[in-house]
């Protein structure tokens, strides 16, 4: 589960017990022997997504590699073959030509090599200015968990699918020298060409310090680490899964990873082992000092700005040159217990890939959902001009409220009413703040939003709100996706998520879209200037009982200016390639 500490103690604490309930190594998952190969005899679908990708069950976590290669996009994972827990690690894959509707090919990286023969972990795609790919992953050669960075490459190039790769036996590439933890050093990046280079990330830490470190190379085979990291930050602990590349100052284009210049900045992210959450800032990168200097004025550590305030980790991004887009796709965990993942036979989900860009203000990146996924609405309702007055929830009927896409603009005529921002609530992350002004509480501007996964006489839902409070110099936007009040089952872990949104209100408007699929939902606020995923498992707002509201709770009136609802309907999720053609519904 995800963890939420406060305070610098309280991660040093759980740091400590997390490295000795791993026997002293450090790894991103807890071990569970008797869980790991116990094979899954029958499927629970109740919380089963319809349009989001999974495997037809076993546990998922890391999406690693993702890429596009001849007119066909690749996606690996890191996959349990043998049961619904972290453990008997591989590189599952899975290819498609819309990023949407999804064929499973086998493995295509597992133990079988001295220099993995203890684990095949996370990794990245370079794809080299001929096209053709490079996989560059993180080995476990001992059982002590010492972490080395090897390379694999296809086996057969003319092979569209990639089913076959190959791991050279001049492997490992990357070992970890006296000057590093070789316990915390995993999880390459994409390479990116530089005055006559290749250059990696590798992420790690030095006591307190994470660090990620910079390797070069001219021949992508042997490697040597720079005399000083790409960038370090003091108490942040490890940095898994880093992410480094180019964004445009201008326009939603992406950029293939070598690009830097007049109008770039670059973007590093970093998922941070002590919260599972992750951190980004925007930069400057010098490749002439092989250094990344974050811009003036960003908070670069845990109070900085994140790609998604909720249930989002091990994300990657890639370029993809047949519509000059960087995406990103993020995992997101389970947030019940080990033996509820067990008993229902799978754990884990990758989100929507999501199109990432500059904000024309040069502050954050925005993200929004693939346009692919489109295709997959169904039947639509509308809803425009409904007044919401305080107290008031509206349902929107006639969809598939379980599976749905739902957008919204909301408008207010003042914010004569907002409340003043208490100061105090300056040094807490927003999801407390929201964790203190939830859904129910009556306020001026807010909180209003939508009630998802709703029972019918809401002892169970899953809010998704906004609510605008007055500060000294402008107003603060919280949007919030509150899970407390979304089950009535036990042992779940229910966290009220939360992020600011960085938004110009002169036009007195907000707007919200939300995918909602059985046991999460992705919610975009402001145009995908805030992101927020939560997990969530209703017992009695199921499919056809889950209903969906708009409401208000606060004085100043709300308006729906319009609302577009859809049922969604179900991909192609991983059918083997062999079976292609053979109807898949629900993944079984």
């Given at each position: 589960?995800?963890?939420?500490?406060?305070?610098?103690?309280?991660?040093?604490?759980?740091?400590?017990?997390?490295?000795?309930?791993?026997?002293?190594?450090?790894?991103?998952?807890?071990?569970?022997?008797?869980?790991?190969?116990?094979?899954?005899?029958?499927?629970?679908?109740?919380?089963?997504?319809?349009?989001?990708?999974?495997?037809?069950?076993?546990?998922?976590?890391?999406?690693?590699?993702?890429?596009?290669?001849?007119?066909?996009?690749?996606?690996?994972?890191?996959?349990?073959?043998?049961?619904?827990?972290?453990?008997?690690?591989?590189?599952?894959?899975?290819?498609?030509?819309?990023?949407?509707?999804?064929?499973?090919?086998?493995?295509?990286?597992?133990?079988?090599?001295?220099?993995?023969?203890?684990?095949?972990?996370?990794?990245?795609?370079?794809?080299?200015?001929?096209?053709?790919?490079?996989?560059?992953y993180?080995?476990?050669?001992?059982?002590?968990?010492?972490?080395?960075?090897?390379?694999?490459?296809?086996?057969?190039?003319?092979?569209?699918?990639?089913?076959?790769?190959?791991?050279?036996?001049?492997?490992?590439?990357?070992?970890?020298?006296?000057?590093?933890n070789?316990?915390a050093?995993?999880?390459?990046?994409?390479?990116?060409?530089?005055?006559?280079?290749?250059?990696?990330?590798?992420?790690?830490?030095?006591?307190?310090?994470?660090?990620?470190?910079?390797?070069?190379?001219?021949?992508?085979?042997k490697?040597?680490?720079?005399?000083?990291?790409?960038?370090?930050?003091?108490?942040?602990?490890?940095?898994?899964?880093?992410?480094?590349?180019?964004?445009?100052?201008f326009?939603?284009?992406?950029?293939?990873?070598?690009?830097?210049?007049?109008?770039?900045?670059?973007?590093?992210?970093?998922?941070?082992?002590?919260?599972r959450?992750?951190?980004?800032?925007?930069?400057?990168?010098?490749?002439?000092?092989?250094?990344?200097?974050?811009?003036?004025?960003?908070?670069?550590?845990?109070?900085?700005?994140?790609?998604?305030?909720?249930?989002?980790?091990?994300?990657?991004?890639?370029?993809?040159?047949?519509?000059?887009?960087?995406?990103?796709?993020?995992?997101?965990?389970?947030?019940?217990?080990?033996?509820?993942?067990?008993?229902?036979?799978?754990?884990?989900?990758?989100?929507?890939?999501?199109?990432?860009?500059?904000?024309?203000?040069?502050?954050?990146?925005?993200?929004w959902?693939?346009?692919?996924?489109?295709?997959?609405?169904?039947?639509n309702?509308?809803?425009?001009?409904?007044?919401?007055?305080?107290?008031?929830h509206?349902?929107?009927?006639?969809?598939?409220v379980?599976?749905?896409?739902?957008?919204?603009t909301?408008?207010?005529?003042?914010?004569?009413?907002?409340?003043?921002?208490?100061?105090?609530?300056?040094?807490?992350?927003?999801?407390?703040?929201?964790?203190?002004?939830?859904?129910?509480?009556?306020g001026?501007?807010?909180?209003?939003?939508?009630?998802?996964?709703a029972?019918?006489?809401?002892?169970?839902?899953?809010p998704?709100?906004?609510?605008?409070f007055?500060?000294?110099?402008?107003?603060?936007?919280?949007?919030?996706?509150?899970?407390?009040?979304?089950?009535?089952?036990?042992?779940?872990?229910?966290?009220?998520?939360?992020?600011?949104?960085?938004?110009?209100?002169?036009?007195?408007?907000?707007?919200?879209?939300?995918?909602?699929?059985?046991?999460?939902?992705?919610?975009?606020?402001?145009?995908?200037?805030?992101?927020?995923?939560?997990?969530?498992?209703?017992?009695?707002?199921?499919?056809?009982?889950?209903?969906?509201?708009?409401?208000?709770?606060?004085?100043?009136?709300?308006?729906?200016?319009?609302?577009n609802?859809?049922?969604?309907?179900?991909?192609?999720?991983?059918?083997?390639?062999?079976?292609?053609?053979?109807?898949?519904?629900?993944?079984?």
């Amino acid at each position: 589960m995800m963890a939420m500490p406060n305070t610098l103690s309280v991660l040093a604490l759980f740091a400590l017990f997390f490295v000795l309930s791993n026997n002293g190594a450090e790894a991103s998952h807890k071990i569970y022997p008797r869980f790991q190969t116990l094979s899954v005899e029958n499927v629970n679908q109740v919380h089963r997504t319809g349009y989001h990708f999974q495997p037809p069950r076993n546990w998922i976590n890391d999406p690693n590699a993702p890429m596009y290669y001849k007119g066909l996009y690749h996606l690996f994972y890191q996959y349990n073959p043998k049961g619904a827990v972290w453990g008997n690690i591989v590189w599952a894959h899975s290819v498609s030509k819309d990023l949407i509707n999804w064929e499973s090919l086998e493995p295509a990286l597992y133990p079988s090599k001295w220099f993995d023969n203890y684990g095949c972990w996370s990794g990245s795609a370079t794809v080299l200015p001929n096209g053709e790919p490079v996989i560059f992953y993180t080995g476990i050669a001992e059982k002590n968990n010492s972490q080395i960075q090897n390379y694999a490459v296809p086996a057969n190039l003319s092979d569209p699918y990639l089913r076959e790769w190959v791991k050279p036996d001049d492997n490992p590439i990357v070992n970890p020298d006296v000057s590093v933890n070789g316990s915390a050093f995993r999880d390459p990046t994409t390479a990116w060409w530089a005055d006559g280079h290749w250059r990696i990330l590798i992420g790690s830490r030095r006591n307190h310090v994470g660090v990620a470190y910079l390797y070069r190379s001219r021949d992508l085979k042997k490697w040597a680490k720079t005399k000083h990291p790409l960038h370090s930050v003091q108490g942040t602990g490890m940095w898994e899964c880093p992410d480094f590349f180019p964004v445009l100052s201008f326009g939603e284009n992406g950029l293939d990873p070598s690009v830097n210049g007049q109008n770039v900045k670059h973007a590093l992210k970093v998922s941070l082992d002590l919260t599972r959450y992750e951190y980004y800032t925007l930069g400057t990168y010098d490749n002439k000092k092989e250094k990344y200097f974050p811009d003036e004025g960003l908070v670069d550590g845990w109070g900085g700005l994140r790609l998604d305030y909720g249930n989002f980790y091990a994300s990657k991004t890639f370029f993809d040159p047949s519509t000059n887009r960087r995406i990103l796709w993020g995992w997101a965990n389970e947030s019940d217990s080990v033996q509820q993942d067990t008993n229902k036979g799978w754990a884990g989900i990758l989100l929507i890939p999501r199109k990432v860009w500059l904000d024309p203000s040069g502050k954050q990146l925005l993200q929004w959902p693939v346009v692919e996924l489109e295709k997959l609405r169904g039947h639509n309702v509308q809803l425009s001009n409904q007044k919401l007055n305080q107290g008031d929830h509206v349902q929107v009927k006639g969809i598939t409220v379980a599976q749905a896409d739902v957008d919204v603009t909301f408008s207010f005529p003042s914010l004569d009413k907002a409340e003043p921002f208490d100061p105090k609530w300056a040094k807490l992350d927003a999801l407390d703040v929201c964790a203190q002004k939830g859904s129910k509480d009556p306020g001026g501007v807010g909180p209003f939003g939508l009630l998802t996964l709703a029972s019918e006489n809401l002892e169970e839902f899953t809010p998704v709100f906004f609510k605008v409070f007055k500060a000294v110099d402008k107003h603060k936007v919280l949007l919030c996706s509150d899970a407390r009040s979304s089950s009535l089952g036990e042992g779940l872990y229910k966290p009220s998520f939360a992020g600011f949104v960085d938004v110009d209100l002169t036009d007195k408007k907000l707007s919200l879209r939300s995918l909602i699929d059985h046991s999460v939902v992705e919610s975009f606020g402001a145009g995908g200037r805030t992101a927020i995923t939560s997990r969530v498992y209703p017992t009695i707002a199921v499919f056809e009982k889950a209903l969906l509201y708009v409401f208000n709770n606060g004085s100043e009136t709300i308006t729906v200016e319009n609302l577009n609802a859809w049922s969604m309907n179900l991909p192609v999720m991983n059918v083997p390639v062999k079976n292609r053609g053979r109807e898949n519904p629900r993944n079984e």
